[in-house]
Nanobody
Framework: QVQLVESGGGLVQAGGSLRLSCAASGTIFSYNVMGWYRQAPGKQRGLVAHITSDGSTNYADSVKGRFTISRDNAKNTVYLQMNSLKPEDTAVYYC??????????WGQGTQVTVSS
């Protein structure tokens, strides 16, 4: 079992920044992928960014150049630095953990609201 605890969401004006954090605990395998997904009202949940335990990253086209994902393997924590936020970034952001040996887990979600 893996537990994911997110923090850092909130309300920000367009052009502002937020930093999300997600700490994983439980049975953590050395090779895993952690990432962030988001779901806006009436839309499907979609990938924002993910990062492997060896540091390879992937971003949705809509956030490239504005968001940066990083991780601290010693703390089993993944971060999402979000800059130049836009109203269309408003969504619930979910932390995700995947390891072949243990499957996929989700955090409870954190709300990000960007006002225009």
């Amino acid at each position: 079992q893996v537990q994911l605890v997110e923090s850092g969401g909130g309300l920000v004006q367009a052009g502002g920044s937020l930093r999300l954090s997600c700490a994983a605990s439980g049975t953590i395998f050395s090779y895993n992928v952690m990432g962030w997904y988001r779901q806006a009202p009436g839309k499907q949940r979609g990938l924002v960014a993910h990062i492997t335990s060896d540091g390879s990253t992937n971003y949705a086209d809509s956030v490239k150049g504005r968001f940066t994902i990083s991780r601290d393997n010693a703390k089993n924590t993944v971060y999402l630095q979000m800059n130049s936020l836009k109203p269309e970034d408003t969504a619930v952001y979910y932390c995700n953990y995947i390891a072949t040996a243990s499957g996929q887990y989700w955090g409870q979600g954190t709300q990000v609201t960007v006002s225009s």
